[in-house]
């Protein structure tokens, strides 16, 4: 898959679930991992996890919806680690629930914490990446972009939508400076979702019935390493593409 040995990495969200999983799994090619999220004691167990794999990590509290502490936050990433090569835009605090239901301060904090907050993150490490020959950028998208029924799931979309025609801007722009930039759109087994499957065992039955591949993904072993291929060097000549993680379930045409 190309060695990603010494490279740094900043992945938001880390303290728990897909992003947790991209974290272990860049640290396990060798890749230093800047643990960036909200919750410390969250961010400390990951880092525990990080260094236990034998890379170095160090946690940075911020809240991606605090648009202009993001710039703040990768300047001392790249003073701590030297550089970044690869930004996971992971974290997203968003709404869901029908239009009408739905506030305007609800579907404003989707995009701020969703495409606005990649967007700071990703100016941010531009000019660490082109430094360094290069970089990979990788966008959390999902599936609901293109559920045939979005019904409550609208203002996710719609963030989410916007972050992937981000993605594919950066990748075109930014590609004569050495640096890709591409979305992924995972299912995996979060502790939001495992909740949610414990307490709703029939809906949770139907939803997995829905996946050909009849399971829901593993943040680390099915995320995190497909991430770890996607920023490789055998995958150099990929870029502006959204790979749809979720066992067949979506059809992105």
Not at 32 to 48: F, I, S, W
Not at 169 to 175: C, G, P, Q
Not at 177 to 191: E, K, Q, T, V, Y
Not at 230 to 253: E, K, M, V, W
Request: proline share 5%.
């Amino acid at each position: 898959m190309g060695s990603l040995q010494g490279q740094v990495a900043i992945v938001t969200g880390a303290g728990q679930g897909v992003g947790q999983g991209i974290a272990l799994a860049l640290a396990a090619e060798g890749v230093d991992v800047a643990v960036l999220g909200r919750t410390r004691a969250k961010l400390e167990t990951t880092c525990g996890l990080v260094r236990a794999r034998g890379s170095k990590a160090e946690l940075f509290e911020v809240d991606v919806a605090d648009l202009d502490a993001i710039p703040d936050v990768v300047d001392q990433v790249v003073a701590t680690f030297g550089g970044v090569d690869i930004l996971v835009n992971n974290a997203y605090s968003g709404a869901y629930g029908p239009l009408l239901e739905l506030s305007d301060d609800a579907f404003r904090r989707g995009f701020v914490s969703g495409p606005f907050a990649a967007f700071a993150f990703m100016k941010a490490c531009h000019p660490s990446m082109q430094a360094r020959g290069g970089g990979n950028i990788v966008n959390l998208v999902t599936s609901a972009m293109v559920r045939w029924d979005p019904s409550t799931y609208g203002p996710y979309a719609a963030s989410k939508q916007a972050l992937r025609s981000l993605t594919r801007t950066a990748a075109v722009e930014w590609a004569a400076d050495g640096i890709r930039a591409n979305n992924i759109a995972p299912h995996a087994l979060s502790p939001g979702l495992k909740w949610w499957t414990e307490n709703n065992p029939e809906e949770a039955a139907e939803f997995v019935a829905t996946i050909p591949m009849r399971r829901i993904g593993e943040p680390e072993a099915d995320i995190g390493r497909a991430v770890v291929a996607l920023c490789g060097s055998d995958l150099r000549y990929l870029t502006g593409a959204t790979l749809p993680l979720d066992g067949g379930q979506a059809f992105f045409g």
